[in-house]
């Protein structure tokens, strides 16, 4: 899925209103693990402006989308803070 405004705000809303969708948020686990979450499946999405798309089942969906606007927003709302960097 393309990183764009239209498509963004169709995830919010499922977020928000659909209980079959959520957000799952990673980020590494220490200092050690931070270059190679970053070069590798971060960095291939943010390089392609896409976010992951994975059917979990029938009933549960798993987006992958790397840090940007959206994250920052989402984070912001549920006061869960935001970017350290």
Same mark, same amino acid.
């Given at each position: 899925m393309k990183i764009e405004p239209a498509a963004m705000e169709v995830l919010s809303a499922k977020v928000r209103t659909?209980?079959? &969708?959520?957000? =799952?948020?990673?980020?590494?686990?220490?200092?050690? &693990?931070?270059? =190679?979450?970053r070069t590798t499946l971060v960095q291939y999405f943010l390089d392609k402006q896409a976010a992951g798309i994975i059917r979990v089942s029938q009933n549960a969906i798993l987006y992958l989308v790397p840090p940007g606007d959206f994250v920052t927003e989402h984070l912001a709302v549920r006061n869960w803070g935001g970017p350290t960097e």
């Open positions: 659909d209980p079959r &969708h959520g957000l =799952l948020l990673c980020r590494p686990a220490s200092s050690a &693990h931070a270059d =190679l979450f």
